[in-house]
């Protein structure tokens, strides 16, 4: 939906404590740039106290400079946070991966029929040359960074430095952990897909360990990837029924299917500015 | 949710066709009479280029013919139609059933747990005076009226009679098909579940003909009745799983854990003024 | 289907170290008691290397004695443990609450509805008078037994003294802990409802857990109670969609139905001889 | 698991009238040729006084002719069809495809790692060139045989010749409706996805008389062809929510997800011989 018949769409995203006027106040700003809102979603997290409102609007190009800061001054006022986006581009992503390839092809399968249109694939990292030639399939250039704990330093700043005019980074079954000053290169950017239903299962090898505990039912978590590791943001769940008859290579193929549906949920949900985090919560709006 | 620590809690229901400005005119009239927007949600049917809008707001009993005045202009002004509700009372349901006792349990164990505070059971009619009991251990009054073809006209009388004050009708596994003048009395509030998932399996004994087709899942419908039999607009739909090992009997006991499930659901949102009818399908806002 | 039209139904379990010729020695042997094996399901665990099968077969009332006893001695060869079942009686079942209603409501009304024809519910007991009108609308007698830490060992044994005949508990929702020597006297024969999905959230107040971590699934667990808390094999798991709307009042409000179809449909697998229990894991063969 | 640790597994599948001493019967004669069950599952079709079985079994290459002339016998007598399948060689498989390429990409997808490990992919047969390069990417022969009305019977003795040493026909989206003579030549063996929740919205355009239906769930069913269009045996359904946001394009992108999920369902179930099909209905045993 990157253009209506009436325009370009743009989103805006507002939070902070709950007050009143604040519907009111957002689409008569936006209405003053001559922005007409074909939808809003709003809520209210009434323990928190805490108001989320996410619009979709139409617009014709208006003065973008002084619309921002209008709603900057009208923000400071309801002490808001905002996010504003004209959507005059598509959202650049990288995406890493180690040796699984069904994340991958998922999401190029999903974007190159068009049904991933808010952003570009710009480049796949892997530490394994495992993949290059999925990625090859699509014309996506592919690098090889191998890590190893002692490098891990200078092979992230060379990842960095691959993804500098990356917007969003996704983690499709990348088995290395990131480190602290990576992540804070994309606060709210890094999607992770964790192949377990979190909080249960965190860590390595979640099959194993859902077969051990004879679990009827297997998960998948895409969240925002946080120095915690596998405690970030939960974006997206699902789960799918097991039976005694699942080995673990059962629940890896079953859990395989999940994965990959989980992962592109929150991509999509994240490409179209759906999300909003607080306080380790995901506010997901729907589509 | 009825009242919240701000005041008390109204819903707006505006629809119609699709202009700039309908967000920024409903939100500031309600600004005008002091009711703050704690939930917005809109839709465009963008193929039909309709525009719905459903507000939730606050308000301290301000002046509700003059803001409803106001209302009704701008509405006609952007050739809107509209629903307005204070919440000032719940809504008086009627219950109608006939020898199934599930969907009947469900409504009034969750009515007696506080679960569906937006209603009070006003009465049950049956066809058959076998769930009296049901119903009397919940205090609610039960009338039997039979039904033959003959006496149809007259026995739709009665019921009319008893349900003249009543504001919805929930058909929960009643096993008569309703006069176009009885449906006529209560537009968009009555709401039937239908056994199947329709439109597969319409009419009756919907299990037999999914035994009959060997289908793997068996459904359940919620939805507004119409003078066309199990053709009314859906508001809710499930399924469950089933293999060759279930014969009609065991549909029929998997199928009523989901009927009761969908009708509720159903029952929710239309208590919850959270549905707008348009061209016979809904539109159901979230919770 | 506690009578065929061919004679009773009968269930065997067998199962132990995997080896050839389990299946038609077994089949053999009942063949030559005048049963004719109705339904066959087998699992070879081969990381385990265990075998587990488990027969339905039709029976004549033959001589019962003489019948276990070559069985006993086949299994023997085998290593194999065994279970037989004529099915000649319902199981007693005592249902154990606390203040929750929702879990005893189901078992009480599928019961009722003859959706549990291999039980008889002989009793309730609960620390609270709170549901004691419940049991009594189904005729169920309705025992108070206040629990403290002081006197824990005391009433445990009255709970036991009244549970003495009772084949299998029930804790729909019983929020105390009970002791290793209370649970020792119902091996693999106690069936606990937990409110989360399991290994998540184990321990007390699950829903307010799961509320601050942000899921996007709240689930339920039915399994056998055991001296390990919340860790027990597990019988039956299933899952609700939540988001970020829904505050821990709602959880709560989803689970509850989560809760009793899990509940359920566990207790309808262990009436059914269709559980066998394999180092904290259910085999669980399909109805 | 075409190889155990134990030897090469087998199966067999009988069914017929129900009698007693069929388990026996059939147990006994795979033990006289040297083969161990692993795995049975029986069913009895009370209402129509049906017997299914399916056994896996362990064998070390015994006089296979003998075996198949004794079960023979042991069949007549018990008046009961049978299929015994040594699993000596992988089955082949022939995909028909048009222009969407889901199903295709998923079966290849799958089938490359070795998750459908019971199959050759022989060949792609489609009435468009559109799809020629995904067959490429996994080195599989693509045909281009276009149909019209005309030359149907003609492009058919085509595809047939080219199908001659294929034992299973996958139609993975392929828009065009076979002739008898065709589905007569590989009866049982031709497995169709079709895009709704059968038996709702038969034939042609399914997402679009959804949506017009206003349903809130869409669904994806896998059924043998036969010559009523649409009406063959089901093998595996499945559904997945939508709401009034949806439009036909969003049912057709997550019909699409459903689709692939649903047809490797089937696909599995039958490539494992767990597929018996018996008066339009299908026995379809766990795996």
């Known amino acids: 939906m ?6 370009r769409l743009g989103t805006l995203r ?9 519907v009111a106040a957002c689409s008569n700003l936006m ?7 074909v939808k809003s979603e709003t809520w209210s997290d009434q323990k928190e106290n805490m108001f989320f409102n996410r619009l979709v609007f139409t617009h014709d190009q208006p003065d973008k400079v002084a619309c921002q800061q209008d709603l900057t001054e009208i923000c400071k006022d309801f002490q808001l946070e905002n996010r504003l986006n004209w959507r005059d581009r598509k959202k650049k992503v990288g995406i890493m991966v180690s040796k699984y390839d069904h994340c991958l092809w998922e999401l190029l399968l999903r974007h190159s029929a068009n049904e991933l249109p808010e952003m570009d694939i710009e480049l796949v990292i892997s530490n394994h040359p495992d993949l290059q030639s999925v990625a090859e399939t699509f014309q996506v250039p592919y690098h090889v960074i191998p890590v190893t ?9 060379k990842q960095l430095e691959l993804l500098k005019n ?3 980074v996704v983690l499709a079954r990348y088995m290395q952990v990131l480190s602290g000053d990576f992540l804070r290169q994309f606060p709210e950017n890094i999607i992770n897909i964790h192949h377990s239903f979190l909080p249960a299962f965190m860590g390595g090898r979640p099959y194993h360990a859902a077969h051990d505990r004879g679990v009827k039912l297997v998960g998948a978590t895409a969240h925002y990837a946080t120095e915690d590791l596998d405690e970030g943001p939960i974006i997206s769940q699902d789960v799918i029924s097991v039976t005694h008859r699942d080995g673990v ?7 395989r299917i999940l994965e990959r549906n989980v992962l592109l949920k929150a991509l999509e949900a994240h490409l179209e500015d759906r999300v909003i985090v607080h306080k380790n919560r995901c506010i997901v709006f729907e589509d």
């Open 2 to 7: 990157a253009l209506s018949s009436r325009g």
């Open 14 to 22: 507002v939070f902070g404590p709950d007050s009143d006027g604040i």
């Open 31 to 37: 209405g003053k740039y001559g922005c007409n809102i």
């Open 149 to 157: 704990p002692e490098t891990k330093a200078e092979e992230e700043a």
């Open 166 to 168: 990356v917007d969003v």
């Open 249 to 255: 290579k059962d629940l890896m193929r079953k859990g």
